[in-house]
């Protein structure tokens, strides 16, 4: 019996691989449900901890310093849920296991989102890129997410709506950019959209039909924008009062000079665009149900 038992310990050190599966919580980690759950947060690390389980489920390294970790999490086939928040990652990392569902990347340093970048990641449901530098997402580069649903990506440097996004997405955030313009066939293809947060931004107006090709969208947020209380806001004006979207009312107009600092909202259409009134002149998307009180 002891002789057996001095043979397993014997293999386990002897086996690299043996030791990464068997192994204990990674020093100075927390492990709730060991092989399952490992939180290895703000610990200063440098890099990946080297005696974390292979069929670690949920594993969490945020609150770091970690700069690169391309191809190091292959290796782990069951993990689902991976935080890398909160370190000082460069890119976007490479080589993730394609197993994965929910990905935490916030507050790193990531500035461009390539096509390749995201290629084996077509289990993803939940993308969290908040508070980067990112400037620019190759087109297509999330497409091949068909299972993506929530994608946020706040607090970032975008002067323009992501093209050809997942039309599997029920939730976007790209609240505290500088996208000055919404384009609606990018917008338009995102069929199963429910929330839409592009507070916070640059824009001056909404399209004509902006919202009309969206049969799930109940929610929108678009306060703290550069507003244009003229004739072309009017689509928004209309869907505000007639209360189809859960919007945020508190929309504040920026242009006119004679309109700055007014709410949209206690405006008439007449301030807004005074042809409206004028005889010969006719605006067809007009069709007020409801008057603001």
Same mark, same amino acid.
């Given at each position: 019996m002891l002789w057996c038992l001095y043979g397993l310990l014997l293999v386990l050190c002897v086996s690299p691989l043996a030791c990464l599966v068997t192994s204990p919580c990674p020093e100075g980690c927390c492990c709730p449900h060991p092989g399952l759950l490992v939180l290895c947060e703000s610990l200063g690390l440098r890099s990946l901890p080297v005696s974390v389980p292979l069929n670690t489920s949920v594993l969490s390294v945020a609150r770091n310093q970690l700069c690169n970790v391309d191809h190091l999490l292959r290796p782990f086939s069951s993990l689902q849920e991976l935080s890398l928040s909160h370190n000082q990652l460069a890119h976007f990392p490479r080589g993730l296991p394609?197993?994965?569902?929910?990905?935490?990347?916030?507050?790193?340093?990531?500035?461009?989102? *390539?096509?390749?970048? !995201?290629?084996?990641?077509?289990? =993803? +449901?939940?993308l969290d #890129?908040?508070? &980067?530098? /990112?400037? $620019?997402?190759?087109?297509?580069?999330?497409?091949?997410?068909?299972?993506?649903?929530?994608?946020?990506?706040?607090?970032?440097?975008? *002067?323009?709506?992501? !093209?050809?996004?997942?039309?599997? =997405? +029920?939730?976007?955030? #790209?609240?505290? &950019?500088? /996208?000055? $313009?919404?384009?609606?066939p990018s917008l338009n293809a995102l069929v199963n959209l429910q929330v839409l947060k592009i507070n916070s931004n640059c824009l001056r107006s909404v399209p004509e039909s902006a919202f009309d090709g969206l049969p799930s969208l109940h929610s929108v947020e678009l306060a703290n924008n550069l507003w244009v209380c003229e004739c072309d806001i009017l689509y928004l004006y209309r869907w505000l009062l007639n209360g189809r979207l859960k919007m945020a009312t508190d929309l504040v107009c920026a242009e006119p000079t004679h309109l700055a600092?007014?709410?949209?909202?206690?405006?008439?259409v007449m301030a807004i665009c005074p042809r409206v009134l004028k005889p010969n002149e006719k605006v067809s998307h007009l069709s007020f149900t409801t008057k603001p009180e």
């Open positions: 394609p197993s994965l569902e929910t990905l935490q990347l916030q507050k790193n340093r990531i500035t461009y989102i *390539t096509t390749g970048a !995201l290629r084996q990641l077509g289990n =993803l +449901t939940r #890129l908040e508070d &980067n530098r /990112i400037r $620019a997402i190759q087109p297509g580069a999330l497409l091949g997410l068909g299972r993506l649903q929530v994608l946020t990506l706040k607090g970032n440097r975008l *002067t323009s709506l992501p !093209l050809n996004l997942p039309a599997s =997405l +029920t939730h976007l955030d #790209l609240s505290a &950019n500088c /996208i000055s $313009a919404l384009d609606l600092h007014h709410m949209l909202l206690t405006l008439s």
